[in-house]
């Protein structure tokens, strides 16, 4: 599953911060996902474009942006973080039904 | 939107046991109905998935059951093994939708 990357793996970072979570695919998928793991509350989708033109909220876009450069890249962006976006972010790439999940970045807002 | 509920949140069987995880939806249009694992400190890998045009799909110990009138669906584990310990998610799919919305996961703990 090395054709999802994310970056960075693990970050801390503080009240107010700006900070951006990249995606990068080799799957040729024009579908990428980007979602939020809490513990008991399962995955959640933040933010969902089918191509570069195409941006799409999801149910908890609040608080994020996002930006899909090209085909194969798609950034999620905090503007000002804050501590309750503390969680594990996962992005995902599709192109029928199925969908792939990258490694996992570990995101702590001090 | 789509609702999906997910029961049991943890569940422990003994090797060799088997397992049963169950989840509703609340849109009946909804038509693709994935199954994905989580190991601990890994991403979500799937394992198993359905459409709402077949009723029972089997890969080896696993088996996933979609009842589309009461619109429930499960995932069956048999002969489980230490390895099959992890988080397992079920999703839903509406119709016309690339959208999943997954419900919120059960720890299955086999003990050996």
């Known amino acids: 599953d090395a054709d999802v990357t994310q970056t960075p793996r693990n970050r801390i970072t503080k009240t107010g911060k700006r900070i951006m979570l990249e995606c990068s695919q080799t799957?040729?998928?024009?579908?990428m996902y980007w979602y939020r793991q809490d513990p008991g509350l399962g995955l959640r989708l933040i933010y969902y474009?089918?191509?570069?033109?195409?941006?799409n909220k999801g149910e908890i876009s609040d608080g994020y942006s996002v930006s899909r450069q090209a085909q194969a890249k798609f950034s999620l962006s905090l503007e000002s973080a804050i501590p309750n976006q503390t969680a594990l972010y996962f992005c995902?790439?599709?192109?029928?039904?199925?969908?792939?999940f990258g490694p996992g970045t570990r995101l702590t807002v001090l | 939107g789509e609702n999906v509920e997910q029961h049991p949140s943890t569940l422990s069987v003994q090797e060799g046991d088997s397992a049963v995880i169950k989840c509703t939806y609340s849109?009946?249009?909804?038509?693709?109905f994935p199954w994905y694992k989580q190991e601990l400190g890994k991403r979500p890998q799937l394992i198993i998935d359905?459409?709402?045009?077949?009723g029972e799909k089997k890969d080896q110990r696993i088996a996933v059951t979609l009842n589309k009138t009461a619109k429930h669906f499960s995932l069956h584990i048999t002969e489980t093994q230490p390895e099959d310990s992890a988080v397992y998610f079920c999703?839903?799919?509406?119709?016309?939708?690339?959208?999943?919305?997954f419900g919120k996961g059960t720890k299955l703990s086999v003990i050996p």
């Open positions: 995902a790439t599709g192109s029928t039904d199925t969908q792939y």
């Open positions: 799957k040729g998928h024009d579908r």
């Open positions: 474009s089918f191509d570069v033109k195409d941006i």
């Open positions: 849109d009946s249009a909804s038509n693709y």
């Open positions: 359905i459409r709402s045009n077949v």
């Open positions: 999703a839903a799919r509406g119709a016309g939708s690339y959208q999943l919305t």
